[in-house]
C-alpha cells in the first residue's frame, strides 16, 4: 500500500514546528523517525493530510548532563542512546532496556521521542519511563509545560499531548543512593513486540531493606502499568525470596488485569508477570546493594 497524498513541511526549528502545528490542529502529524507513524501511513491506518518532518530541526537530538540529572532530546534516536555514555552512567536502566526496541536498523531511525509520543502498550520507553520517574517536557503556543510518566500515558495510545504540542524534552532524574535497576521482558524472538516486560527500580537502605520501589509493566494493559501493590508488598521489607515472591503475587494478581489476543491468553500474561518479578528483582536489588 501506499499512504493517502499529503502535503509535507520540513521546519528548521521548533518555532516552525509549532506554528505548522498551530494552523493545521489534529490535520496535521509530526514525522521523527517514521518507524510508527510510516508503516501506519502505507496501511492508511494514519491519513495525516499534513507531515511536519522534525528530523533537520537543530539541537532536538541533544544528550547532555544536567545538575538534576539527564536530559535527553526528543529525537535522539534509540541507537545513539543505547551507545551514549551518558546513559550509560546516568540511566544505566535504559541502556540496559534499549536493546530490547525491535531491531537495530529500526533503533537507527526510531527516536525515544517518538516512542514516548506513540506510547504503544507493548512499547519499552514508555514502561521504562515510567519506572526512572521521567519527567517529559512538552512545547505548545502557550510555552513549555512538565509532565510527570505517570501523568502522561493516558490510555490506549493515548497521552498528555495537546494537538498543538510537541514533546521536547525527557528529564531523567538522578538516581538515589543505593538504587538498583533491571528490565527484563518475554517474546517470542528477539525483537519481536514483547508479551510482556517489566522494569524496575529499588532503593534499599544500609540493612538493606527495601525503602522505595518502582515497577513497571508493559503489554499487560492500556498503557504502562506501575505495579504499586507489589511495590508495597515489598517497601521495609528485606529483599528475600519470600518477598519477592509476595510481590510477584500481588503484581500479576492485584496490579494488571491483561488483555487476552492472539499471542497471549490474560492468563498466561498474569504468569508471565509473576515469573517476570521473581527474574527481575534479585538483579535489581544486587545492584542497589552493591551500589552502597
Ligand atoms: P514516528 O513513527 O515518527 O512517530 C510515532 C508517533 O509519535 C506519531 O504519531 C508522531 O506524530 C508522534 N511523534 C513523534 N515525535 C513526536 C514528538 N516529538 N512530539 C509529539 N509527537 C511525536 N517499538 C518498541 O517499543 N518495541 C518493539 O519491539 C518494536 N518493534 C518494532 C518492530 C518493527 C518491525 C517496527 C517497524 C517498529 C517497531 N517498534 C518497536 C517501533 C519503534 O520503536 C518506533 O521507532 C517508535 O515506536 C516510534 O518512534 P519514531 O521516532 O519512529 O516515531
Redesign the pocket.
Known sequence: MKPAPFEYHRPDSVEEALALLAEHGYDA???????????AMNFRMATPAVLID?NRIPGLDDIARADDGLRIG?MAR?RAAERSDLVAAHAPLLAETLPY??HAQ?RN???I???I??A?P????PAVMLALDARFHLRGPGGTRVVAAGDFFTGLFGTA?DAEE???EVEIPSAAPRTGWAFDEVSRRH???ALAGLAAVVQVDEAGRCTAARISLLSVGDGPVLAAQAAAALVGQAPTEDAIRAAAEAAAQRDVDPPGDIHATPAYRRQLVEVLVRRVLPRAFARAVAAA
Open positions: 502529524k509530526l514525522l521523527a523517525g517514521g518507524q510508527s507513524l510510516v508503516p522534525l526528543a534509540q526496541v525491535a529500526i531511525r526510531g527516536t521521542g517518538g516512542s509520543a506513540h504503544d507493548a512499547a519499552e520507553m499531548l510537541m514533546l521536547v525483537g519481536d513486540y
